[in-house]
C-alpha cells in the first residue's frame, strides 16, 4: 500500500500563516479577554451580522483561539476547525449538529471509553449505536441501514489498537451518502492526514500529542468542507444545506451547536497548544521509534504474555500501518502480564513511567485500564475494547528510549 497522505513539513509547523502581530510578537500571544469593545454601536451590528471581521465575545471567537483553529485546519488539510473545551466536547458538538432522533450510528467496538458512554447516552434520546468488533468495509456495509448518519471510527484506536483501512471506510460510508467521521488523536497530522484518504471531519483529543506536554484538556473538530451534505438528502432536516451547501456543517456547529453548548476553548489554552503544535512532527518522530523499540524489548521479555502494538510484525494490524508515515505506528501500546496483581506489581514497580490516565504527553504514561477509565464498562465491553483484567497501558514518552527499556526492565525483573 503506498503512502497516499501528504504530511505537511516540519516548517508549516513552526510557521503558521496569517499570524502576524502588531507588535511583532514571533507567537500569537494570548487574547485573555472575555469580549471585545467597538468604538460605535453600528460596528458590533456589523460584527454581529457577519458584515465585517472582527470579534464580540470568546466563546464565539478570539483572535489566540482562531490562531490555532487556522493553523489545525492547515496542517490537516481541512476547510476549517473549531476548538472546543476538551476531546469529548468535540466529540458531543460533532455528532450533535448532525443527529435527531431516529437517527443510528455506525462505529467500532473498540473506542476510546468516554465515546462509549457518550454513545450510551445517546440512547436516551433516541440514537442509536451499532458497535462492530471487526471494523471491516464489509462488516461496515452490513451495518449501514437507513437510519444510519455516519461511520465513526479512531485511527488508531485508544486502547485497543485497531488500525483499519480508511480509505476503504470512506468508500463505504461514501456509497451509503453518509459522511466518515475520524477521531485521529492517537496519530495526529505528523503522521496521517484522514482527509487525504476521504475522512469527511477529523476530530482530535488535542489534550494529548498536540498540546504534547500535558498542560491543557482540549480538542478539535476539522472539517474537510467536501462532504456533498445538499447532495447526500440525509441531513436536510438538521443542517442548513441550501444556504451553506459544503460548509453546512461548520456553520450550523459553530452557530448553533457549538456556540450554544458553550464548549469554547480558553485562549491560554489554544496557545499552549500553539506552542505544543510547533514540535509535533519531532515529538512524533521520537515517540513512534521508541515506542517499537519498547515494543520489540517487551514481546521478548519473559514475564510479558503479550504485546500489542501496530508496529510489530505479529500484530493483525501491521500491514494497515503503511498509512503512516514512514509506517510509524504510534506511541501507544498495550501489554498483559498474566493478572492484575502482576498488573499492578508492574505498575507499582517502573521508576520513570507515570501511573495516570492520559496519553501523549513528553513523560512514559502507564495505566491499568480495566480499574480505572474502563472500570464501568461490564467484561464483556471492555474485553471488545482490548482490556483485560492483567492489560497494562503504555504512553511511551521522550524519555532516552534505552532509559524507558531499563525502566520496563528492572520493573520486570524486581516482580518476578
Ligand atoms: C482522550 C481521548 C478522547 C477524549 O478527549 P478529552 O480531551 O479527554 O476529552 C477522545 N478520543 C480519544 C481517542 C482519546 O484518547
Redesign the pocket.
Known amino acids: 500500500m503506498k503512502n497516499e497522505s501528504t504530511i505537511p513539513p516540519s516548517t508549516a509547523y513552526v510557521h503558521p500563516r496569517n499570524q502576524t502581530d502588531m507588535m511583532g510578537s514571533s507567537m500569537m500571544p494570548v487574547y485573555q479577554t472575555s469580549a471585545f469593545s467597538h468604538s460605535t454601536a453600528a460596528e458590533l451590528e456589523q460584527i454581529f451580522k457577519n458584515q465585517k471581521p472582527g470579534y464580540a465575545y470568546s466563546r464565539v471567537g478570539n483572535p489566540t483561539v482562531n490562531a490555532f483553529e487556522n493553523q489545525m485546519a492547515r496542517l490537516e488539510g481541512g476547510l476549517s476547525a473549531t476548538a472546543c473545551a476538551?476531546?469529548?466536547?468535540?466529540?458531543a458538538c460533532c455528532f450533535l449538529t448532525l443527529l435527531k432522533s431516529g437517527d443510528s450510528i455506525v462505529a467500532p467496538a473498540g473506542?476510546?471509553g468516554?465515546?462509549l458512554n457518550w454513545l450510551k447516552e445517546l440512547e436516551a434520546f433516541g440514537i442509536t449505536t451499532r458497535l462492530i468488533a471487526d471494523f471491516s468495509a464489509t462488516n461496515v456495509e452490513a451495518a449501514i441501514d437507513g437510519s444510519t448518519r455516519f461511520v465513526f471510527m479512531?485511527i488508531i484506536?485508544?486502547p485497543k489498537l485497531e488500525v483499519v483501512d480508511v480509505r476503504a471506510l470512506a468508500e463505504t460510508a461514501h456509497k451509503a451518502n453518509i459522511p466518515l467521521i475520524v477521531?485521529a488523536?492517537?496519530v495526529t497530522p505528523a503522521l496521517m492526514r484522514p482527509i487525504d484518504f476521504g475522512a469527511d471531519i477529523v476530530?482530535h483529543?488535542?489534550?494529548?500529542y498536540i498540546n504534547g506536554n500535558g498542560t491543557a484538556?482540549?480538542?478539535v473538530i476539522v472539517d474537510s468542507g467536501r462532504f456533498p451534505w445538499k447532495k447526500s438528502g440525509k441531513f436536510d432536516e438538521v443542517l442548513p444545506c441550501k444556504k451553506f451547501g459544503l460548509a453546512a456543517f461548520t456553520a450550523k456547529l459553530r452557530n448553533s451547536t457549538w456556540q450554544n453548548i458553550g464548549a469554547c476553548l480558553a485562549p491560554v489554552h489554544a496557545w499552549l497548544n500553539m506552542t505544543g503544535l510547533e514540535t509535533l512532527p519531532l515529538r512524533m518522530k521520537q515517540i513512534c521509534s521508541s515506542a517499537k523499540a519498547l515494543a520489540a524489548f517487551l514481546e521478548a521479555s519473559k514475564g510479558v504474555q503479550a504485546v500489542n502494538y501496530p508496529g510489530l510484525a505479529s500484530s493483525p494490524w501491521h500491514q494497515q500501518t503503511a498509512q503512516f508515515a514512514e509506517g510509524q505506528a504510534g506511541g501507544i501500546l498495550t501489554i498483559r502480564v498474566g493478572s492484575k496483581a502482576r498488573a499492578f506489581s508492574l505498575i507499582d514497580h517502573l521508576k520513570l513511567a507515570l501511573n495516570l490516565p492520559?496519553?501523549?504527553d513528553t513523560k512514559t504514561l502507564v495505566l491499568h485500564p480495566a480499574s480505572t477509565i474502563f472500570i464501568h464498562s461490564d467484561p464483556a465491553a471492555r474485553e471488545a475494547a482490548g482490556v483485560f483484567e492483567d492489560t497494562v497501558r503504555i504512553s511511551v514518552g521522550l524519555e532516552t528510549c534505552d532509559d524507558i527499556i531499563a525502566d520496563f526492565k528492572g520493573a520486570l525483573e524486581a516482580m518476578a
Open positions: 476538551s476531546g469529548s466536547a468535540a466529540i473506542l476510546y468516554g465515546t479512531e484506536s485508544n477521531d488523536t492517537a476530530i483529543s488535542s489534550s494529548k484538556i482540549s480538542g492520559n496519553i501523549g
